[in-house]
């Protein structure tokens, strides 16, 4: 390798070379020809990116100009959905390049669907914007199928945001998804007659985790209660088995003034609301409607627990709070239902395996007043599918704003779903009002805790602080002197502080 010429030119193709530097590890690089010579500080004081090759040199084996010719014309792999298409000098930033046995991976960090410039542009050294190709010949790109679930209502609308950061995020990484739309809620009703279609149940539980826009509306509000959107949202969490909704609410520093709390109260809330998703009184039996003795209509459902469904969540809320500040809050009301007194004695119980965790407990009435008394106060709290529901909604209002809230629903295996807190907002649809960065944060919660992606789901959480620092708002949570910006812009906003972090690493 010491011994080969920088600059060498490896392909017929005049608009590139490829170029080596001989240091402990191989640097390559595409440089458009037009660039002049190959010194250092021009290549420096270029805008083009590098790509960085982590291999060793004596791994390397340069390819033969019809190798790499075959490279450039060769398919990626297909997922659904997925138009095929040849890469092309216009389009080498687009698409993930594999060459073999060069390089087992390579993996833009451009953004994948706006072309920087176009091939007409390379005689203009200063219109020409390289992409950042990572590479490990030791590790192939990590491949993940998501499934889809844009829903009514606001839920396309974020759901294309969210998609464009999570794809953006992930090649950062190395990470290359495989998405698949699927109906569920009130559009699978128009389309198919059932809120959960039986095709939409089976690619979800194919896939690696599953991310949903938001379900219902106006439209399907008489429906009968086996024919409402919500039900194919309870079948859908049923059917993948997730058990555990874990609901973060934080204050973030630029939204505190947001909150409806005194400032001093909200700065510096940060929670996480721990729900039992699957059991309790929205699915315990007997329910339904009779009548009375004395003839009168009833209706009744009934509040129910086992011991493994409280043991499965309460083990999730102690490993939850350990990674946090190592506090678990217990919410119930032992005082007065026996469910919750099998509650309490079984989370009591198992305190002892977390020695860790400092665990209390509390009664739902005083837990809602405590939540806007001195929310502060709490780290993790764990409590059930009614009580989680409505503390939770609670909780999110502390922040200012239901738009700025994600969540993750997971399982004790099989794919995870993810989705924003809030409703479909019919009222607004289509109108590029939305604020989508719940979404966006409920797909840096899908890499974090469904793929286990941490380094990305940094970068989406980054990004989003950023774009809430350089001031852009959406109409709920605008204030005087920021930036009134709709649904779309953005998430065009986000897309520019990922990519900013491109920029600072090179």
């Known amino acids: 390798m010491n011994g080969m010429d920088v600059g060498k030119t490896l392909t017929s193709d005049p608009r590139f070379r490829f170029l080596f530097s001989s240091n402990n590890h191989t640097r390559m690089l595409w440089l458009p020809c037009c660039l002049g010579p190959h010194k250092d500080q021009q290549l420096h004081s270029h805008q083009g990116n590098h790509l960085d090759y982590s291999t060793q040199p004596s791994q390397m084996h340069p390819p033969s100009t019809q190798k790499r010719t075959n490279h450039l014309q060769g398919k990626n792999k297909e997922y659904p959905g997925r138009q095929k298409q040849s890469i092309t000098c216009k389009q080498i930033w687009q698409k993930k390049v594999q060459t073999t046995p ?31 190709i990572r590479c490990s010949a030791a590790t192939p790109p990590k491949r993940y199928s998501i499934t889809l679930l844009p829903g009514d209502g606001i839920g396309p609308e974020v759901i294309s945001v969210a998609k464009n950061v999570l794809k953006l995020a992930g090649s950062l990484e190395g990470i290359e998804f495989g998405f698949q739309e699927m109906p569920v809620g009130g559009c699978a009703l128009d389309l198919t007659g059932v809120p959960l279609p039986e095709e939409t149940l089976l690619v979800a539980k194919q896939s690696d985790a599953v991310l949903l826009g938001a379900i219902g509306g106006y439209k399907w509000d008489s429906n009968e209660k086996h024919l409402k959107p919500e039900t194919g949202l309870l ?39 721990v729900r039992e998703l699957t059991g309790g009184i929205y699915f315990g039996k007997p329910r339904g409607f009779s009548k009375n003795e004395n003839g009168e209509e009833i209706g009744f459902n009934t509040e129910v627990y086992a011991t493994y469904e409280i043991d499965r969540i309460a083990r999730i809320a102690f490993e939850t709070a350990q990674k946090r500040r190592g506090k678990l809050c217990s ?61 939770s909604d609670e909780a999110s209002m502390i922040t200012g704003s239901i738009g700025m809230l994600p969540s993750a629903s997971v399982g004790e295996s099989g794919p995870g779903l993810f989705e924003p807190i809030h409703g479909s907002a019919p009222d607004i ?3 590029d009002k939305a604020n989508p960065l719940a979404t966006v944060l409920s797909a840096a919660m899908l890499l974090r805790y469904g793929l286990g992606e941490g380094n990305a789901a940094k970068r989406i959480e980054t990004a989003v602080l950023d774009t809430l620092d350089r001031g852009f708002r959406t109409r709920d949570i605008y204030e005087a002197g920021t930036k009134l910006v709709g649904c779309k812009e953005m998430g065009e906003q986000v897309l520019k502080a990922v990519e900013s972090q491109i920029r600072a690493a090179v």
């Open 331 to 391: 919410v119930d009301k032992a005082n007065v239902l026996e469910a919750s007194m099998l509650w309490r004695k079984r989370v009591t119980a198992m305190a002892s395996e977390y020695p860790d965790v400092e665990l209390s407990h509390m009664y739902v009435d005083n837990a809602a007043m405590q939540l806007v008394r001195n929310p502060k106060q709490f780290d993790t709290i764990v409590t059930n599918n009614i009580f989680g529901d409505i503390l």
């Open 102 to 132: 060069m390089a087992a991976s390579l993996q833009l960090s451009a953004r994948p669907f706006k072309p920087h410039f176009q091939s007409k542009s390379l005689s203009k050294p200063s219109s020409i914007r390289l992409a950042t």
């Open 429 to 431: 649809a289509g109108q």
């Open 235 to 273: 079948q859908l969490r049923s059917g993948l088995k997730v058990f555990a909704n874990l609901r973060p609410a934080s204050v973030l520093p630029q939204l505190v003034d947001a909150s409806t709390l005194k400032k001093e109260v909200a700065e510096g809330v940060d929670l996480m609301v």
